[in-house]
T-cell receptor, first 117, second 116 residues
Framework: AQKVTQAQTEISVVEKEDVTLDCVYE???????LFWYKQPPSGELVFLIR??????QNEISGRYSWNFQKSTSSFNFTITASQVVDSAVYFC??????????????FGKGTKLSVKP | DGGITQSPKYLFRKEGQNVTLSCEQN?????MYWYRQDPGQGLRLIYY???????QKGDIAEGYSVSREKKESFPLTVTSAQKNPTAFYLC???????????????FGPGTRLTVL
């Protein structure tokens, strides 16, 4: 079964705190892609990162970093020195290369992050 | 500016009426998608299209219909057969004719549909 689990439904932090959003995925495919999207209150999903299953290097982009560990099927997202503008719902998604899910990004249920000033 | 536009932003419909949601992109992307989002839930795929005049059902296609007559346009019709249509609808597009979910999908601003 293909599945993405974001166990944290809501997280609340104070500005400048670091915060990690967890993502655990399930698939039997050896080739797949993982994504993170941000959904601010306006509703539009904003693409953050795309990662293929063969690239386990961690990635850093400004205050954002991602930790991909195939051994634990996790693709966690850390925001360093959080800001109020980071308040949003964050979605992790799994993209597969074959079968009935070819057109389908499999989304987790999202984690709502609230950053308070 | 390149991007995806959806209209209207808010839509109200009476029970028993069909309604069409617009999605237009000027990114020159081949593949387009429609997702439904319910409160506290992730996105679920309704339909996707890899190329003009072709489209495939997603996980929850019942009660919906689409057309793809132009590359840049992928309208979604919510029919009266859709039992619970109140939701947030998101359109997306991606490069590549495969329509693979491994391509990065870029999303529009969404349409919030409410059935009265």
């Amino acid at each position: 079964a293909q599945k993405v689990t974001q166990a944290q439904t809501e997280i609340s932090v104070v500005e400048k705190e670091d915060v990690t959003l967890d993502c655990v995925y399930e698939t039997r495919d050896t080739t797949y892609y993982l994504f993170w999207y941000k959904q601010p209150p306006s509703g539009e999903l904003v693409f953050l990162i795309r990662r293929n299953s063969f690239d386990e290097q961690n990635e850093i982009s400004g205050r954002y970093s991602w930790n991909f560990q195939k051994s634990t099927s996790s693709f966690n997202f850390t925001i360093t020195a959080s800001q109020v503008v980071d308040s949003a719902v964050y979605f992790c998604a799994l993209g597969l290369t074959w079968g009935g899910s070819q057109g389908n990004l499999i989304f987790g249920k999202g984690t709502k992050l609230s950053v308070k000033p | 500016d390149g991007g995806i536009t959806q209209s209207p932003k808010y839509l109200f419909r009476k029970e028993g009426q069909n309604v069409t949601l617009s999605c237009e992109q000027n990114l020159n992307h081949d593949a387009m998608y429609w997702y439904r989002q319910d409160p506290g839930q992730g996105l679920r795929l309704i339909y996707y299209s890899q190329i003009v005049n072709d489209f495939q059902k997603g996980d929850i296609a019942e009660g919906y219909s689409v057309s793809r007559e132009k590359k840049e346009s992928f309208p979604l019709t919510v029919t009266s057969a859709q039992k619970n249509p109140t939701a947030f609808y998101l359109c997306a597009s991606s490069t590549g004719t495969s329509g693979r979910s491994t391509d990065t999908q870029y999303f529009g601003p969404g349409t919030r549909l409410t059935v009265l």
